[in-house]
């Protein structure tokens, strides 16, 4: 849950499209691949080019021996972005940014020796479960899946799909999704076991706002589940599955589950969901979701969110096209790391960080982010704070929000009485901003302690959230020209103090927050402007420090404050 009331920001956009910022990644098709002489033959911008890979190249993150090994996931017809330099007159590739791998139930395994025939008459999956013991491995015949109830695995089992093998909660069609009244709540559901989903469709499921299809944990399992869970635990495996038309979430990620190379898509509130610890979320695509926005998304929907997480990986994938956040972190722990991702054309920021003990983000693109807030499009009934019309352009946009996301102190888990230290590590670095709303906005609430037992009242328990300890550096950022690059300050509480008062919080408190996140070696481009409080030049009273007492200033005059 997030609160969202009159609002402290630090606003950084970035602005003013920049050639040589964007080429410095570019995209292509493969054409043909020959490992033996490292050659990689590219489709770019309607031409034939040929490239050589260096022998470190870096795919998705993957780790190997040798260039085959972290080549394995790239075919010939894939769509890449890549980033080359020249050396001796060759362009050589140093890194592959982002894969665009064929994402979803898209194979087409073979029968797995001994496994059990699942045909599609109805409810046969659900009795082919029940009599068969743990460590079933059940093969899946193409075509529809009905009436299989709330289907719950045994210990190990294994569920793969033929090609075009769909579990289906209803049957109805994906246009009406959002209306889907179907009698099956959950495609599956059994947290306490290790459950493999391969090559799979889950659509058409009726669970209720904030549930979702396939069910791995729900937040009812308690808060701190991320501290007390073993680091080493086994959890679900859905590998190449494609959740689609069903009327709230995809897929709810428990602690030590992997989602890698699944499409979350066309759902009706959200594409996945993830509480716990050592989740991983590899190459994967959410796109689509709540497009039309019947889900408030201030409060939980769009791409994805997560929750309570600790120790996760988001590594490769595209969040695109939703209607909210792409990726959006809400009362985290640290830990938490997302790389080699692509963020475009989400209605709210590609990326938002929001009362967290500790994020880093390193490698990824944002392009196009925000298209509400860019425009001063985000609906009154999503702006609670705000009662006029429109909110304005320049209120909430940007590619990345960090809104009170670094966090320093102690949680005492109820669950085991262990006491736990944080100390602020969120680390923006190495990402490539273009083309969008704005770059890297950084926003201020007094909200206390990252516990969301208290999140109504503001907790004075827990690791205290806000931006100090914030470090943003190695980034590039070129905006489309004309948009307005600010840090904007307003300092009212978001909850009441000791004494009733909703604020104005006190300068000193205020200032600290606004001089909290360390911007160096980031490269702008072009016309940049940015917006800061006017208390930031002048260093006046409490006065002063207010959401539209706000100052225009250059590149050069930001740098005098120390930013770089």
């Known amino acids: 849950m997030s609160r969202w009331l009159v609002p402290v920001g630090l606003v950084l956009f970035l602005c003013t499209a920049s050639l040589q910022a964007q080429e410095s990644f570019r995209r292509g098709k493969i054409k043909k691949i020959d490992l033996e002489h490292r050659i990689l033959s590219l489709a770019v911008d309607g031409k034939d080019e040929e490239f050589q890979l260096a022998e470190d190249v870096r795919v998705l993150g993957v780790s190997g021996k040798n260039l085959r090994e972290r080549l394995q996931g790239i075919k010939e017809g894939a769509e890449i972005f890549f980033r080359a330099t020249k050396r001796d007159g060759r362009s050589i590739i140093v890194g592959l940014k982002l894969v665009i791998v064929s994402y979803g139930a898209t194979l087409t395994p073979k029968m797995p020796v001994g496994a059990v025939v699942v045909p599609t008459e109805e409810g046969a999956l659900a009795k082919a479960i029940d009599s068969h013991g743990t460590d079933t491995v059940f093969y899946l015949k193409a075509g529809v899946h009905i009436k299989n109830g709330e289907m719950r695995p045994k210990a190990g089992s294994v569920f793969v799909g033929e090609a075009r093998a769909i579990l289906d909660g209803g049957n109805t069609t994906a246009k009406c999704f959002i209306h889907d009244v179907g009698v099956i709540p959950y495609a599956a559901s059994a947290p306490r076991y290790v459950v493999t989903l391969r090559n799979l469709v889950v659509r058409n499921y009726c669970s209720a706002d904030q549930e979702c299809a396939v069910m791995v944990h729900d937040s009812g399992q308690g808060w701190p589940r991320a501290l007390s869970d073993p680091a080493d635990r086994n959890g679900w495996l859905l590998e190449h599955c494609t959740f689609t038309s069903n009327r709230a979430g995809g897929a709810y990620l428990g602690s030590a589950s992997t989602a890698r190379g699944c499409l979350f898509a066309d759902n009706g509130q959200i594409g996945v969901k993830a509480c716990g610890r050592n989740v991983r979320l590899l190459a994967c695509r959410s796109t689509r979701n709540n497009v039309d926005r019947k889900f408030n998304y201030m409060w939980e929907a769009g791409g994805t969110k997560f929750w309570g997480v600790k120790d996760m990986l988001v590594d490769g994938g ?138 109504g009242q503001g907790s004075k328990k827990g690791p205290v959230a806000g931006l100090v300890g914030i470090v943003i550096e190695d980034n590039t950022i070129a905006c489309s020209a004309g948009r307005a690059a600010t840090i904007t300050t307003l300092p009212n509480r978001d909850y009441k103090d000791a004494s009733g008062s909703w604020g104005p919080i006190p300068a000193t408190q205020a200032e600290a927050q606004y001089q909290g996140p360390l911007f160096r070696l980031n490269r702008y481009s072009g016309s940049v402007i940015f917006r800061v409080p006017k208390a930031a030049l002048t260093g006046g009273s409490t006065d002063i420090w207010k959401w539209n007492d706000r100052a225009d200033i250059d590149l050069t005059q930001w740098r005098s404050l120390g930013k770089l």
Request: hydrophobic residues 35%.
């Open 318 to 455: 595209e969040y695109d096209h939703n209607g909210g956040f792409g990726l959006w972190f809400d009362y985290v722990w640290d830990g938490n790391v997302v790389k080699n991702a692509s963020f475009h054309r989400n209605l709210r920021p590609g990326l938002s960080i929001e009362m967290a003990a500790g994020v880093e983000v390193t490698g990824c693109t944002f392009s196009c982010d925000d298209l509400d807030g860019l425009s001063g499009e985000i609906p009154p009934a999503f702006r609670p704070w705000d009662k006029s019309p429109k909110s304005g352009p320049d209120l909430w946009s940007g590619e990345i929000m960090l809104f009170n996301a670094c966090a320093a102190g102690t949680y005492v888990d109820p669950a085991t009485k262990v006491s736990h230290s944080f100390s602020s590590k969120t680390w923006i670095h190495g990402n490539t901003i273009i083309d969008g709303g704005g770059g890297i906005l950084c926003q201020y609430q007094d909200r206390g302690g990252i516990n969301p037992v208290k999140q």
